[in-house]
Structure formats: C-alpha cells, structure tokens
C-alpha cells in the first residue's frame, strides 16, 4: 500500500556557542558531530571521545593559510575523515556535502516509514587518491577527488603519472579493469589507490 505523500522542511544547524562557553562546558562531540566556534569563526569535529579543548580547529585556507589558532598546520590522520580528504577547505566541504545527503536520505526514509535509525538508502561515497606524488588521479566530470553516488552508478577514474613516471595499478578496485582509465561500479563506501612508479 503506498504512503502518503508528505512533505518535511527542515533546518540543520550546528551546535554552536562562544570560545569562552565552549572552554567553559569542555563539550565531548559525538563522533563526526560539528561544533562551531562564534568567535574563532571555527569548526571542530568530534570524535566521540576528545574533549572541545584538545580538538583542532577545521578552517579553510582561505582564512588562514592552512594553519590553525594554535599554530599547527591541518593534516588529515584518517581519523575523522575518509583519507581522500586532504585539506581543511575539503574537510568543511565534505562535512556540508555529507549533512545534504543525510537531510536527504532522513526525508526519504521518514516518507517510506523507517525512523529507526537506518543509515542512508543506497548512497556510498568514493574517493581516488595518488599513493604518491608520482601522479594524479582524478573523477571523470567531478570537480574533486570525492563524491556521493547511488548505488550501481558507474563511476569513471583516471589515473595520470607525472612526467617520466608510469601507472602501476589500482588498490580497491575490486573486479574493474586495471588500466590507467577504468569505471567502477559503487556498492560501498570506498577510497580507491592509484599507484605509480
């Protein structure tokens, strides 16, 4: 019997407060949870564990050079983020691409009844990275190294060795072709390798 059609608006926003309230509650952020410091103008990620006062600030480039207010240069440990990510600005612009597929997905999953908690319907992540500077890799018609994609979508990735260098192969591919330009197929949420020497 089909549902209803029902419609949801919905506003995201973070949890947000002072440098001084936030020194003050010491918060331990839910693992992946943001929080947002109204005047540092800057972005933690949690982990489920650290507290606030020992999480980086996550700031774009732009604002800063790559360097945060306790002077460290941002680096990307696998920790929070999937290892394609590999710079602050992409750190933030993964966390508000990610927010839009989980807003997206709640919609879908309220609309079709399933409100136990269910990950997202279908929606797996990709992204390609150099196992050196030897080369680059890329997304066939994708402004960056990552996306969402639905699930069965063929994804084309193109690996490039650098001058004087060759593409070795591919990590993570599973049953696709091992050539420099390849499709995968998305079922899972996957970092993919190219390799060069």
Known sequence: MPLPSRYITARLTLRKGTTEQ?????TVLQAGEPG???VQNGLKIGDGVTPWT?????RPPEIDGGTEAD???WTNDGKYFPLF????ADAIDYTKARMQVHEGSLLDMVELGLTDGSP???IFELGVIP??????VEIANQTRNWGFFDEGDQVEIIATPGIGRQFVGWTGIG????TATTTVTVTENVTITANFS
């Open 22 to 26: 936030w020194l003050e509650q010491d």
């Open 36 to 38: 947002y410091d109204t």
């Open 54 to 58: 020992e999480l980086k600030y996550v």
């Open 71 to 73: 002077g460290s240069v």
């Open 85 to 88: 990510i590999t710079s602050s």
């Open 120 to 122: 997202p319907l279908g």
């Open 131 to 136: 196992s050196s500077d030897l080369g680059e």
């Open 175 to 178: 049953d696709s072709p091992n």
